[in-house]
T-cell receptor, first 114, second 117 residues
Framework: RKEVEQDPGPFNVPEGATVAFNCTYS??????FFWYRQDCRKEPKLLMSVYSSGNEDGRFTAQLNRASQYISLLIRDSKLSDSATYLC???????????????FGAGTRLAVHP | DADVTQTPRNRITKTGKRIMLECSQTKGHDRMYWYRQDPGLGLRLIYY???????NKGEISDGYSVSRQAQAKFSLSLESAIPNQTALYFC????????????????FGPGTRLTVL
């Protein structure tokens, strides 16, 4: 089983639509959670962190359900420029070096069309 | 934003050749990482380095080696390239002062697309 699992998509939505992505993680000891965005053939960039209480950044809302080990990203009023792959990322604690390793999901592809 | 640079950006090579991918950063970060990305898979960690004197294997280090020549430079070598090392390779950096709890952001270079024939 992958440590971080995402629906690969693609999600094809019209401009203005609301779309939600889900992600599950297997390590119950994980402490930090993130969504990264990756444009085609480009590097990943941090979109937002995910806090236990849920958090919002403009049209983007991230939520965390620790009991179900589940993270979500909601995008409202989709724009053409939102077309990208969204990577769910989990911070895995606890190796002997104390290194907080980031575990990346394979990503969910979003295509927003006019 | 050219804070993390990688060279070359694209490389085609043959099986058995030695290849070096280079990464430089001007962010002043102490931690550097090498990942590879394959279609349908998440980024996978090859090696990471906390400072010039510290090198650690990641989850897929076999067939790779690294060198941290300076705080700002971290090179990845494929001693004898094989076709299943064809992938997109990313270098990343982070600042240890902001590498705990919520602040684990990593900053990525533009990637090197490597093809091994």
């Amino acid at each position: 089983r992958k440590e971080v699992e995402q629906d690969p998509g693609p999600f094809n939505v019209p401009e203005g639509a609301t779309v939600a992505f889900n992600c599950t993680y297997s390590n119950s000891a994980s402490q930090s959670f993130f969504w990264y965005r990756q444009d085609c053939r480009k590097e990943p960039k941090l979109l937002m962190s995910v806090y236990s209480s849920g958090n919002e950044d403009g049209r983007f809302t991230a939520q965390l359900n620790r009991a179900s080990q589940y993270i979500s990203l909601l995008i409202r009023d989709s724009k053409l420029s939102d077309s990208a792959t969204y990577l769910c990322v989990v911070n895995s604690f606890g190796n002997s070096y104390g290194y907080n390793k980031l575990i990346f999901g394979a990503g969910t592809r979003l295509a927003v069309h006019p | 934003d050219a804070d993390v640079t990688q060279t070359p950006r694209n490389r085609i090579t043959k099986t058995g050749k030695r290849i070096m991918l280079e990464c430089s950063q001007t962010k002043g970060h102490d931690r550097m990482y090498w990942y590879r990305q394959d279609p349908g898979l998440g980024l996978r960690l090859i090696y990471y380095s906390f400072d010039v004197k510290d090198i650690n294997k990641g989850e897929i280090s076999d067939g790779y080696s690294v060198s941290r020549q300076a705080q700002a430079k971290f090179s990845l070598s494929l001693e004898s390239a094989i076709p299943n090392q064809t992938a997109l390779y990313f270098c990343a950096t982070s600042d240890h002062r902001r590498s705990s709890g919520r602040y684990n952001e990593q900053f990525f270079g533009p990637g090197t697309r490597l093809t091994v024939l």
